[in-house]
């Protein structure tokens, strides 16, 4: 796939909106997914996010690189723009939340018998992700949802991996320490 979007990206770089198209229609779902979590679940917002990267993708096909995979490019992107839309948003206060359930997001956890089961816990685990500074959710959200390597999360975020390591480790300790996962551990027991 990296090379068949590394051609995609050169041709959106000539100019083929055809190809821009392919990639949107590629990276959306995804992208869409990760920036739910990023942008607390405010549509419109997610929505702008996705347009301005993907118009950013294509000003600034020409001068990708090729020092990481086209995807990782594509997040850095929408992690610069969503910061940037959280900073000029901070006094929106009409967010629409949706659970991790909507999503399709949170199916490899430990499953619970019942349907309402699941949905507490995915309620409890959307909660406990909104509970993790914005820094500790953004690394979480990309290694264990997005499938990025902690070395691609680290390009993405512009931050060293090192930064991406202990980020981790601590989100981890928070979510193992938060209440309400605790108490669904105790009832999945």
Request: aromatic share 6%; proline share 2%; hydrophobic share 45%.
């Amino acid at each position: 796939m990296d090379t068949e979007d590394e051609v995609c990206l050169a041709r959106i770089a000539h100019g083929d909106q055809a190809e821009l198209g392919e990639l949107y229609a590629r990276y959306r779902p995804r992208l869409y997914r990760y920036l739910w979590q990023q942008l607390h679940g405010d549509a419109a917002l997610v929505e702008e996010v996705v347009q301005d990267t993907f118009l950013a993708v294509w000003r600034a096909a020409a001068t990708y690189r090729g020092e990481a995979r086209v995807v990782a490019w594509l997040f850095r992107i929408a992690q610069r723009s969503a910061g940037r839309s959280q900073r000029s948003a901070a006094q929106r206060a009409n967010v629409n939340m949706l659970s991790l359930a909507d999503l399709g997001e949170g199916e490899e956890h430990a499953a619970p018998v019942g349907h309402e089961e699941r949905t507490l816990t995915r309620l409890a685990l959307h909660d406990a992700l909104a509970r993790l500074s914005e820094k500790h959710r953004a690394v979480v959200l990309l290694v264990f949802v997005q499938g990025f390597t902690s070395e691609e999360a680290a390009e993405i975020l512009g931050v060293p991996l090192g930064t991406v390591k202990s980020r981790l480790h601590a989100a981890r300790a928070a979510l193992v320490n938060d209440p309400a996962l605790q108490h669904i551990e105790e009832v999945n027991s």
